[in-house]
């Protein structure tokens, strides 16, 4: 059962939908309320599934595909005559079908955010790769002294607010997750900075994706170590050194 949209609400939201990738923060905040309150009842068993939030499932939902913010502007003008949801069911089905591609990833995928690219047996090699940490990031012309000296200097150059998240919310399980930590901190916007930081992203998404973030950004131009499947060791091997450099900023 959903929430049903008044025949304001439902002309508001094909309106805003149909310029989403323009929109004022006034506007995003409207688009957020509608699509919020229109999934209030909607409750897919994927939700139990995945095992989060719902508020923050929810939150990554409105991010990813309803703003799109992190959206590339070539395909964003693609989709932008795409017809546009105009009643809570037809909310609840597009939610859903997202909740769907996300329980396809592992929890080691939804956590680098790189998709379907990467096989099971890529997995547990990166996994049993953890005792030769030197090993791996020799490849890349790395050690794990200059990944540290890396991370410190990435943590230290981040705004305040995303270090924040970062800090609190990369490696390990805050209390309400990043919600909880933007609360606790008073931080605006905070879905939109962890996107931008590489903490929450399009669980589908390609590697191109996640290099425009900050973290892959961080990975690829300033340790040299390319978003592929290939690479999956040594990027658990930095994501895990920043991790503990993150706990102790």
């Keep these: 059962m959903q929430e ?8 508001e939201l094909v309106r805003l939908w149909r310029r989403r990738q323009t929109l004022s923060s006034s506007d995003m905040g409207t688009m957020y309320r509608i699509v919020g309150d229109a999934l209030v009842a909607c409750n897919p068993p994927e939700l139990q599934v995945l095992g989060e939030g719902r508020q923050e499932l929810v939150a990554q939902f409105i991010y990813v595909k309803v703003l799109r913010l992190d959206a590339d502007p070539d395909e964003a003008d693609e989709r932008a005559g795409h017809s546009a949801p105009s009643t809570a069911f037809a909310l609840c089905a597009y939610f859903r079908r997202y909740l769907i591609d996300c329980t396809r990833a592992s929890a ?10 990467v096989s099971e047996a890529q997995l547990e090699d990166a996994l049993g790769a953890g005792e030769d940490i030197d090993g791996c990031l020799a490849e890349h012309g790395l050690s794990a002294s200059a990944v540290q000296l890396a991370a410190r200097a990435f943590i230290a150059e981040l705004p305040e607010p995303e270090r924040i998240l970062l800090c609190e919310g990369f490696g390990k399980e805050a209390e309400g997750g990043l919600s909880g930590i933007a609360s606790r901190h008073a931080i605006a916007s905070y879905h ?23 973290l892959g950004g961080w990975l690829q131009q300033t340790l040299g170590i390319a978003i592929e499947p ?12 920043l991790g503990a450099e993150a706990s102790y900023a």
């Excluded at 049903?4 to 002309?11: F, G, K, Y």
């Excluded at 939109?192 to 900050?214: C, P, S």
């Excluded at 990027?235 to 050194?241: E, P, R």
Aim: glycine residues 8%; aromatic residues 8%.
């Design 108 to 117: 080691f995928r939804r956590k680098l955010s790189i998709g379907d690219q």
């Design 230 to 241: 290939e690479n999956m060791a040594a990027i658990l091997q930095v994501f895990k050194i």
């Design 192 to 214: 939109y900075r962890a996107g931008r930081l590489g903490l929450v992203h399009k669980r589908e998404g390609l590697t191109a994706d996640y290099a425009r973030t900050r």
């Design 4 to 11: 049903t949209l008044s025949s304001a609400e439902s002309t």
